[in-house]
T-cell receptor, first 113, second 112 residues
């Protein structure tokens, strides 16, 4: 049973470009969470999604960031017009339901030049 | 505001038990205590969780005080691979908010 998969593992973008981060949850998991970890800081919650629905986006920056979890395919975290401050590790987690433990992927390390 | 207090760092000799404390004095009756760890810069790993009773699994034991104001994570025989940052997290189970609020955690260093 494969764990949570994230790709790419490393992503380099220039300022102003778009970044797309993908997350495939564990089999049977319909809840996906995105977290961001800035250098030398703790993880911060960004958004919580179920299939085709955003449940909680209280941690998402108001502009440039969006997330989706379509009926088919992986969850996507999209960052438009990236800036250097977006450089961070982005982790995705999945769970089978509310309050179950969350299983984390290996993360995508975004570097903005 | 992570609402839990943990020591910044701890050391433990390999083979000995590692006891990691966590203070959550304002915890409500609806909140569980979860423990995760992050080894180097990998994705966090779930360890254990509990509400009132002590819990044990293959990784660790969780001791929660009777008043639920604090808890201790116990790694019974620490190894070098247990070196990580350990996070104690409160999770309110009323409603649909199941996001994890990570604090600064305890950096556990296991030494030979």
């Amino acid at each position: 049973n494969a764990g949570v998969m994230q790709n790419p593992r490393h992503l380099v973008r220039r300022r102003g470009q778009e970044a797309r981060l993908r997350c495939s949850p564990m089999k049977g998991h319909s809840h996906v969470y995105w977290y961001r970890q800035l250098p030398e800081e703790g993880l911060k919650f960004m958004v919580y999604l179920q299939k085709e629905n955003i449940i909680d986006e209280s941690g998402m920056p108001k502009e440039r960031f969006s997330a989706e979890f379509p009926k088919e395919g992986p969850s996507i975290l999209r960052i438009q017009q990236v800036v250097r401050g977006d450089s961070a590790a982005y982790f995705c987690a999945s769970s089978p339901g509310f309050y179950n433990e969350q299983f984390f992927g290996p993360g995508t390390r975004l570097t903005v030049l | 505001d992570a609402k839990t207090t943990q020591p910044t760092s701890m050391d433990c000799a390999e083979g000995r038990a590692a006891n990691l404390p966590c203070n959550h004095s304002t915890i409500s009756g609806n909140e569980y205590v979860y423990w995760y760890r992050q080894i180097h810069s990998q994705g966090p790993q779930y360890i254990i969780h509990g509400l009132k009773n002590n819990e044990t699994n293959e990784m660790a034991s969780l001791i929660i005080t009777e008043d639920r104001k604090s808890s201790t994570l116990i790694l019974p025989h620490a190894t070098l691979r247990d070196t990580a940052v350990y996070y104690c997290i409160r999770l309110d189970v009323t409603g649909t908010a199941s996001k994890l609020t990570f604090g600064t955690g305890t950096r556990l260093q296991v030494t030979l």
